[in-house]
């Protein structure tokens, strides 16, 4: 069916529940745009993310804090923190040094995007494998054949290998999306019998297999066991054992962190690893977001701008003022 966006209400297709992607959504809601979210996990978020493992603890196993420089996502996060999603995260630090106020969500990362996502439609569990074009308008295929027609504007906050493909009839997409690297990063997620003896609640290794760790309960009302613990691996070595079995990244990754930390490891109650292959921007896009000719297809996420929350939001926001202007004016 052809779409004449002078005499029907403009359709917004938006794959991603990420921050980027959310944020994107209630902007354009905000505009009374109609827009609907895919998203192929079970619940919103993306890195943004909390999980219960066996036993009952759960663990902020991606991003671990955000910050914020800009006024408009100081502005968020403010808001976010009278709801109560969020609250400033002061943990003791392995090693004294200054930074930006780290702010999380409460009680866990998830919370941050509940408040913007409530009164969004969002179609979760279902992957977008495939668009085509039909008309004016743009049909998406998920991975289990359903067919969802017919949107105006098709908007990937995927990560752009993901986006690669769904756009893979765009060259000029196409190239600057191969243009952006990202890094992978494995997360153990481990509960101990007993304490782990260190003097820290937070610390960031400069060299060595383990990156970070981090203790859950010191996060403002995480509760929980007060011996959990979320452990990232480096970049590079994230890399080099890409394709192990989350039992295997498991296992390693508790040898790695007993050296990292230089004494044997308590007994553990449960250990559960998560592979997040595309972690972080390594090669930022350098904007906003990517367009195609007729602005009928976007892409964005924190790979535009860096690495951080804040970058996704702000390519979020991009896009959806992008969007407007072009349906306001076609």
């Not at 955000?66 to 630090?93: C, K, M, N, V, Y």
């Not at 997620?189 to 960031?204: G, K, Q, S, Y």
């Not at 951080?308 to 926001?317: F, I, L, N, T």
Request: net charge negative.
């Amino acid at each position: 069916m052809q779409h004449d966006l002078n005499t029907h209400s403009p359709q917004i297709a938006i794959i991603g529940a990420g921050m980027a992607g959310i944020s994107c959504a209630h902007a354009l809601q905000q505009r009374d745009f109609a827009v609907t979210l895919f998203d192929k996990s079970r619940g919103i978020g993306g890195r943004l993310a909390t999980r219960r493992i066996e036993g009952g603890d759960s663990f902020d196993h991606g991003a671990q804090y955000i910050t914020t420089r800009s006024a408009d996502f100081s502005a968020l996060i403010d808001r976010l923190r009278h709801d109560g999603a969020a609250d400033e995260w002061q943990p003791r630090l392995g090693i004294d040094a200054a930074h930006h106020p780290w702010f999380v969500g409460t009680p866990g990362m998830s919370a941050l995007l509940k408040p913007l996502a409530e009164k969004l439609e969002i179609r979760l569990s279902t992957t977008v494998s495939t668009l085509e074009r039909s008309g004016n308008a743009w049909q998406l295929q998920t991975a289990d054949g359903a067919l969802f027609e017919s949107f105006d504007v098709v908007i990937s906050t995927a990560p752009p290998v993901q986006t690669r493909a769904l756009f893979a009839d765009d060259a000029l997409m196409q190239t600057s999306l191969d243009a952006v690297r990202m890094a992978p990063c494995w997360t153990l997620m481990i509960t101990f019998a007993a304490p782990l003896d260190v003097d820290f609640d937070a610390r960031r290794f400069d060299t060595g297999a383990i990156s970070w760790l981090a203790r859950q309960a010191s996060r403002p009302e995480h509760g929980g066991n007060l011996h959990a613990w979320v452990v990232h691996a480096g970049a590079e070595w994230s890399a080099e054992h890409l394709e192990l079995t989350p039992e295997q990244a498991a296992g390693a990754m508790q040898r790695e962190l007993a050296r990292a930390v230089g004494q044997a490891l308590p007994d553990t109650i449960a250990a559960q690893a998560h592979r997040w292959r595309y972690a972080m921007t390594t090669q930022a896009l350098g904007q906003p977001f990517l367009t195609n000719t007729d602005r009928s297809l976007f892409a964005g996420g924190d790979w535009c701008l860096g690495a951080s929350v804040e970058c996704a939001y702000q390519s979020g926001a991009a896009i959806a003022e992008a969007v407007s202007k072009r349906l306001r004016t076609d």
